[in-house]
């Protein structure tokens, strides 16, 4: 396709949603190499991220330009590339999310610096969403949150708690400095078992560099965090049976994850490729479907909206940090972090992607008195 049609394409898929190539608003996109055009209907969200990190085009508010892109649905209007059934292909033939497979995430994107973490995160360095309900502040919203967690389980004194994907340990400390509990925590980071030791030091909290297939043991809360987007659709049931085997029957299990609107079998070919390696987001039919005759569903709570300020306060963070940060990550990484942000926090505007904590329990169990908002 010539430059001069590809522009002319963009340009009117881009006017749908009220945006202007070099034009004057925050959210209309400044294009300095003219193969923009081609290379972003040509390769979808991948050539669009790709292009942006190579300099090729500015926006100043990238958030507000994807809100305004994904509300129109633009996505729609471009045909996969090679690239992209490629990678839908490998999802549906392997499994992205095997046991081999589970460290790589740790390695590419959790491990790629605290220093860059405990600058950007709130003090406990959640890198989950934040509740924002009675919050003014990341630190006031994430410390809701965790309270959120403990009183839709119902923790009291004495109680083990195992978690799946423990990050940094914020959960494990806050649940056990609070409620008085021992936490397992398991992650595939080994720079967040690091840090996370140091930090829960004298509390009873273990935290293992260990996959979350390979926990043993009865706890009486079975909890995640945010690992379910690193679990896969293949792996969803295979999920919902460890936490089955590790749940005492009396117990309470839950978990936090972001959603999708739509069932599919991979995620955004340039998040994948450059931030969250093998990662999917699982729909409600999914999710369901993975529980099914072993789970009784207790609670759904969808906070969506939340991750939108979360990732801001994020991004504003970042920013500020940028001089200390900048000649270790340097430019390119830069601009992809920025992406990264920016284009998730417009995707939670959008309302292309959700927030959800789920609370389930053994069937034949009494229904838990628990607090679920």
């Known amino acids: 396709m010539g430059t001069q049609k590809a522009e002319k394409i963009v340009r009117d898929l881009l006017a749908m949603a009220g945006v202007?190539?070099?034009?004057?608003?925050?959210?209309?996109?400044?294009?300095?190499?003219?193969?923009?055009?081609?290379?972003?209907?040509?390769?979808g969200a991948l050539g669009l991220g790709e292009s942006y990190m190579d300099g090729w085009w500015d926006c100043e508010a990238l958030d507000q330009f994807f809100d305004k892109v994904l509300r129109a649905r633009l996505d729609q209007y471009?045909?996969?590339?090679?690239?992209?059934?490629?990678?839908?292909?490998?999802?549906?033939?392997?499994?992205?999310?095997?046991?081999r497979r589970a460290f790589e995430v740790g390695e590419k994107h959790y491990d790629v610096g605290n220093d860059l973490y405990t600058r950007m995160l709130?003090?406990?360095?959640?890198?989950?969403?934040?509740?924002?309900?009675?919050?003014?502040?990341?630190?006031?919203?994430?410390?809701?949150?965790?309270?959120?967690?403990?009183?839709?389980?119902?923790l009291e004194p004495g109680m083990t708690v195992l978690e799946l994907g423990c990050g940094w340990g914020s959960f494990a400390k806050y649940a056990a400095e609070k409620y008085g509990v021992r936490v397992v925590g398991?992650?595939?980071?080994?720079?967040q078992v690091e840090l996370g030791r140091e930090l829960c030091?004298?509390?009873?909290?273990?935290?293992?560099?260990?996959?979350y297939r390979e926990v043993e043991g009865k706890y009486d809360r079975v909890i995640s965090i945010g690992i379910m987007e690193h679990v896969g659709y293949k792996n969803y049931r295979t999920y919902m049976e460890v936490v089955d085997r590790t749940l005492k029957d009396d117990g309470i299990?839950?978990?936090?994850?972001?959603?999708?609107?739509?069932?599919?079998?991979?995620?955004?070919?340039?998040?994948?490729?450059?931030?969250?390696?093998?990662?999917?987001?699982?729909?409600?039919?999914?999710?369901?479907?993975?529980m099914e005759g072993l789970f009784v569903m207790e609670d759904w709570h969808n906070f969506g909206p939340h991750y939108d300020p979360t990732l801001m306060a994020w991004y504003r963070n970042f920013e500020a940090a940028w001089p200390e940060l900048k000649d270790k990550y340097g430019e390119r990484f830069y601009r992809m972090w920025r992406y990264y942000l920016l284009s998730s926090a417009g995707s939670f505007r959008a309302r292309t992607n959700?927030?959800?904590?789920?609370?389930m329990t053994k069937p034949g169990r009494e229904q838990p008195n628990c607090r679920f908002s």
């Open 253 to 290: 299990a839950f978990f936090h994850t972001i959603g999708g609107n739509v069932s599919t079998t991979t995620a955004n070919a340039w998040t994948t490729k450059y931030i969250f390696p093998n990662g999917m987001i699982p729909s409600i039919a999914q999710l369901a479907k993975a």
């Open 78 to 99: 471009v045909k996969d590339s090679w690239k992209i059934k490629l990678h839908i292909l490998r999802s549906k033939l392997f499994n992205l999310q095997s046991p």
């Open 20 to 43: 202007e190539v070099n034009g004057p608003n925050p959210w209309d996109i400044q294009v300095h190499n003219p193969h923009f055009y081609s290379r972003a209907l040509r390769d």
């Open 201 to 211: 030091k004298g509390l009873p909290v273990e935290l293992r560099l260990q996959d």
């Open 186 to 191: 398991v992650t595939v980071s080994r720079q």
């Open 354 to 359: 959700q927030l959800w904590q789920v609370v």
């Open 122 to 154: 709130d003090k406990r360095l959640n890198y989950t969403c934040a509740y924002w309900k009675n919050a003014k502040t990341l630190d006031e919203a994430q410390e809701a949150k965790l309270e959120l967690v403990c009183k839709k389980i119902n």
